[in-house]
């Protein structure tokens, strides 16, 4: 479910659900391939700003291995 909590001209807030969790915006939303998380961000730190959620791609993140 999508829901609008609140409106400032064209930006607003809203919530939504996945079966994860509820996912506040807006958000950031890091991308989850090998090159961009391998070495550049630890999910420590991705805790520890308070990342709700991660965009992945199975597919980009199993060619990366395998061109490698």
Do not use: C, W
């Not at 958000?27 to 520890?48: H, P, R, S, W, Y």
């Not at 959620?53 to 490698?68: A, P, Q």
Request: charged share 20%; hydrophobic share 40%.
């Amino acid at each position: 479910m999508y829901q609008i909590l609140a409106t400032d001209g064209k930006a607003k807030r809203a919530s939504f659900e996945t079966v994860h969790g509820t996912i506040q915006t807006p958000v950031f939303m890091n991308v989850g391939t090998a090159a961009a998380i391998k070495g550049a961000v630890a999910t420590t730190d991705l805790q520890e700003i308070g990342t709700q959620v991660e965009l992945s791609n199975t597919y980009i993140s199993m060619s990366d291995r395998v061109i490698k």
